[in-house]
């Protein structure tokens, strides 16, 4: 376990992603990372009072990505009532990379020095990566005005509280990512992006099926090509 990580969470559905599970288990079992499901709010289960308390009634999401937020939502109070600071959310499709434990214990002294109320983007979603002319040798955090997506990034008890606030005092008619940019901006939680990337989205990857996207994922091929074309060109 990495000693700066309290409690990894991982946004699943019950049935039906068996791939997933499988895929997740096996990467962070090899990792040596334990994690807890976090299984509320499938589809089926959808409260339409409950979706009311962070939804306005003017959105058009699909019920597929209001399953998403409500799992994201759910993850948040989970941390908030767990013991510790630092904690790890991952969506089920995730891919880490080979060097995900080395990068990850380097971290640690970076985040001695940024500011309490962190969220760092850990993947590569959308092929989006810091300037290359903004890198510096030894560092990998970068501060930014947006997340990456919403697949994979640490996140601290502070910046959880401070999620919670708004959504307790504000509906949205966005997805979890977007809805997680507007949220960290106005509440003021502090953005970095990890580089090196420690982790690539499987479904954007066209590894997996995407559960919220209606579009067919790119071929793996073409995406690698794109992700490759864009690390090029930051």
């Known amino acids: ?63 597929s990505e209001l399953s998403c937020a409500m799992k994201h939502i759910e993850t948040l109070h989970k941390i908030a009532k767990s ?51 903004a890198l510096r040798e030894g560092q990998l955090l970068y501060e930014n005005n947006e997340n990456r ?5 640490l996140i601290s008890k502070e910046a959880v509280h401070k999620r919670l606030h708004w959504l307790a005092n504000n509906t949205t008619t966005l997805p979890a990512d977007h809805m997680y940019n507007l949220i960290d901006n106005e509440v003021k939680n502090h953005i970095y992006w990890l580089e090196p990337t420690i982790v690539t989205q499987g479904s954007q990857a066209g590894l997996f099926k995407s559960s919220i996207q209606q579009a067919k994922p790119l071929p793996r091929f073409r995406w690698l090509w794109r992700d490759f074309r864009k690390k090029l060109k930051r």
């Open 1 to 63: 376990m990495i000693s700066y990580i309290d409690k990894i969470y991982v946004l699943h559905v019950k049935e039906g992603y068996k791939e997933r599970e499988k895929s997740i288990q096996e990467q962070l079992g090899k990792l040596k990372l334990d994690f807890e499901f976090v299984l509320e709010h499938d589809i089926p289960d959808l409260s339409p009072t409950e979706l009311s308390n962070y939804f306005a009634s003017k959105h058009t999401l699909r019920a």
């Open 149 to 153: 997506a919403a697949d994979s990034f």
């Open 83 to 133: 013991e510790g600071k630092v904690f790890l959310v991952l969506e089920d499709d995730v891919l880490f990379s080979p060097k995900t434990m080395e990068i990850l214990k380097q971290l640690e002294p970076e985040l001695e020095r940024i500011e309490r109320d962190f969220v760092i983007s850990l993947g590569n979603a959308a092929n989006m990566y810091t300037a290359k002319k």
